[in-house]
């Protein structure tokens, strides 16, 4: 067989689109982490988001996580915790949305307790977000599961 200027370019061809066809593959392939399913939502009500981080910049003081063994315990400030309504606690795992844990606040006294059992050892944002009165705030700390 003969190699000529035209064997060349078809040969260069079948690879480049071999080699196209194989990265597409791949790239399908990839599991996409998105921060939040709903972007457009989200900056929609980034101005909402803003005013609560701003009336809740002084309650993280108040807020203390600490893990006991199979449980997480988060610590209110009596003051705080005599004036939440109803909440949340989310376990926002930023490496991996679907290992994401929500669990509604029930105080026992000023202390929530939680079950370590669907989370997997690794860094959190433990997200707080409570009702007081007609307002909503939210305090996020930063948490490593051990």
Do not use: C
């Not at 203390?64 to 997480?72: E, M």
């Not at 844990?101 to 989370?119: A, D, Q, T, W």
């Amino acid at each position: 067989m003969k190699f000529n200027f035209g064997t060349g370019i078809a040969v260069f061809l079948v690879l480049f689109l071999t080699a196209v066809i194989g990265f597409v593959i791949f790239a399908h392939r990839q599991d996409v982490n998105l921060v939040h399913d709903n972007y457009y939502e989200k900056g929609a009500d980034h101005t909402r988001q803003m005013q609560k981080n701003a009336r809740s910049a002084a309650f993280s003081d108040q807020i203390d996580l600490s893990d006991d063994g199979n449980f997480i315990r988060i610590v209110f400030q009596p003051g705080l915790a005599s004036t939440i309504k109803s909440g949340e606690v989310t376990f926002f795992r930023p490496s991996d949305h679907m290992k994401d844990v929500s669990m509604p606040i029930e105080l026992r006294g000023n202390v929530f307790i939680g079950s370590k059992e669907k989370l997997v050892p690794g860094r959190y944002i433990v997200k707080v977000t409570w009702q007081a009165g007609d307002l909503d705030y939210e305090v996020d700390k930063p948490f490593i599961v051990k």
